[in-house]
């Protein structure tokens, strides 16, 4: 079990690392892994930690809540100190990170990986109504299940399912949700009597096109109204009312408003407060790092990864899954501890469920180039399979929790720093 400190002013650590979360603790783990001796403290405030991939199973009704939520004090390796605390700001050129209470921890090596922020508030009357009057989302453990609750219980009407602009977490998670209730109501004879529609704040469905089509016959196939350029800026809950701006072809834009008997919203996301305002954020707000070392791009003993940093991949569980590893390299280089650096190839997957049963597995690294892990006679992920639907629900969640969690990098092992890829 870790140990709880309150920090003191004179505190220092050879590693701080900052955010708990899969990205976190899935570094503290693969520097332990490397060098045991290693004296690594975690700073976040959360008691719980959640396996945030399996709340789309969640809003199905195949995974149950509890299932992906464990107590923090269990996912942080022994051996590393357990600050329970919020951060303020930085200070990188003192190596000191302020916490909310007042005091200062001092480092050797930063790594910043906090997640990113939902923001709930930038859509006028969703947070009173989230949870009610048919308005949910899957990006909300409490959430989930309410989805579940509304896809079985809704017979005919109107289903509303929204993508903010990117970037988001799991770009392929509002879509997901769209096509497991399209495949119950389907499933269950209802799906005639609803009419589901996705708006979709971006221009493309999906943004690897080699994986557009097969997602496409599945819109065909659950006679999805779906529209592009389309933005939620508010929602009336008692009214069962969403606003969407429109984007015209000639740039200009119309607001309208569209009835709902369910609306699934995904938030717009940005970087927490605390980084956006620090000296470790780019001009959007994001830890600014290089691309493949993970790097900032300023401050030579600051590592960035997970949601939190500027890099171009997918924001999800498998990016940190690559990225956490290749970090804990490169601190371990910067430390004088291994000789050469590590890279990272831009790697994200997005298993899209696009019915109970199949998945859609993309698979892909930095321009959207296809990045399969297994043989295509094996797991074509460009097609729907059954394989694919196996390996999200049965391999993934112990795969987070006993390899991911714990150091163990399955299909995760660093390469060395290409020369020309160094910025």
Same mark, same amino acid.
């Given at each position: 079990?870790?140990?709880?400190?309150?920090?003191?002013?004179?505190?220092?650590?050879? +590693?701080? *690392?900052v955010g708990a979360g899969a990205a976190g603790i899935a570094t503290a783990s693969s520097l332990l892994a490397r060098e045991p001796s290693l004296d690594i403290a975690l700073i976040d405030p959360a008691d719980v930690h959640y396996y945030q991939p399996?709340?789309?199973?969640?809003? #199905?009704?195949?995974?149950?809540?509890?299932?992906? !939520?464990?107590?923090?004090?269990?996912?942080i390796p022994r051996g590393v100190r357990w600050i329970k605390?919020?951060? =303020?700001?930085?200070?990188?050129?003192g190596r000191q990170v302020m916490l909310e209470e007042g005091r200062a921890i001092a480092y050797d090596q930063l790594v910043v990986c906090p997640g990113l922020k939902l923001d709930w508030d930038a859509i006028d009357g969703l947070s009173e109504t989230l949870g009610r009057h048919g308005v949910t989302s899957n990006y909300r453990y409490d959430l989930a299940p309410y989805t579940w609750k509304l896809v079985q219980t809704l017979k005919q009407? =109107?289903?509303?399912?929204?993508?903010?602009?990117?970037? *988001?977490?799991?770009?392929? #998670?509002? =879509?997901? !949700?769209?096509?497991?209730?399209?495949?119950?109501?389907l499933r269950n004879g209802h799906l005639g009597a609803i009419k589901p529609q996705f708006f979709n704040a971006g221009a493309v469905l999906f943004g690897v096109p080699d994986y557009v089509p097969a997602l496409m016959r599945y819109i065909d196939k659950y006679g999805v109204d779906l529209n592009y350029h389309h933005r939620l800026v508010a929602v009336d809950g008692p009214g069962q009312r969403a606003t969407f701006v429109r984007t015209l072809a000639d740039g200009s834009s119309e607001t309208f408003t569209q009835a709902f008997d369910m609306l699934h919203v995904v938030p717009p996301q940005v970087a927490p407060d605390f980084i956006r305002q620090s000296p470790l954020a780019d001009a959007a707000g994001w830890v600014d790092v290089d691309p493949y070392t993970l790097r900032h791009r300023q401050f030579d003993n600051v590592h960035?990864?997970?949601? +939190?940093?500027?890099?171009?991949?997918?924001?999800? #569980?498998? !990016? #940190?899954?690559? =990225? !956490?590893?290749?970090?804990?390299?490169?601190?371990?280089?910067?430390?004088?501890?291994l000789p050469t650096l590590a890279q990272y190839d831009g790697y994200g997957s997005c298993p899209l469920t696009v019915e109970?049963?199949?998945?859609?597995?993309?698979?892909?690294?930095?321009?959207?180039?296809?990045?399969?892990?297994?043989?295509?006679?094996?797991?074509?992920?460009?097609?729907?399979?059954r394989l694919a639907w196996l390996l999200k629900a049965r391999v993934l969640p112990p795969l987070y929790w006993q390899a991911m969690l714990k150091g163990r990098e399955w299909l995760a092992r660093p390469q060395p720093l290409a020369v020309e890829t160094t910025q």
């Open positions: 079990m870790p140990a709880l400190l309150s920090p003191s002013p004179t505190e220092h650590h050879q +590693v701080l *690392i399996g709340w789309t199973m969640v809003g #199905a009704g195949v995974f149950d809540a509890s299932d992906t !939520a464990r107590s923090m004090a269990s996912a605390a919020r951060v =303020q700001s930085f200070d990188p050129s009407g =109107q289903a509303l399912f929204t993508q903010p602009p990117m970037p *988001i977490k799991c770009a392929g #998670a509002p =879509q997901k !949700a769209l096509y497991l209730s399209c495949d119950h109501w960035g990864l997970g949601d +939190v940093a500027n890099t171009s991949n997918a924001k999800t #569980a498998a !990016a #940190a899954r690559k =990225q !956490a590893p290749v970090v804990a390299n490169n601190v371990l280089v910067a430390l004088g501890r109970r049963g199949k998945i859609v597995l993309a698979e892909f690294t930095y321009g959207g180039k296809v990045a399969p892990s297994f043989p295509r006679w094996l797991l074509d992920g460009r097609q729907p399979t």
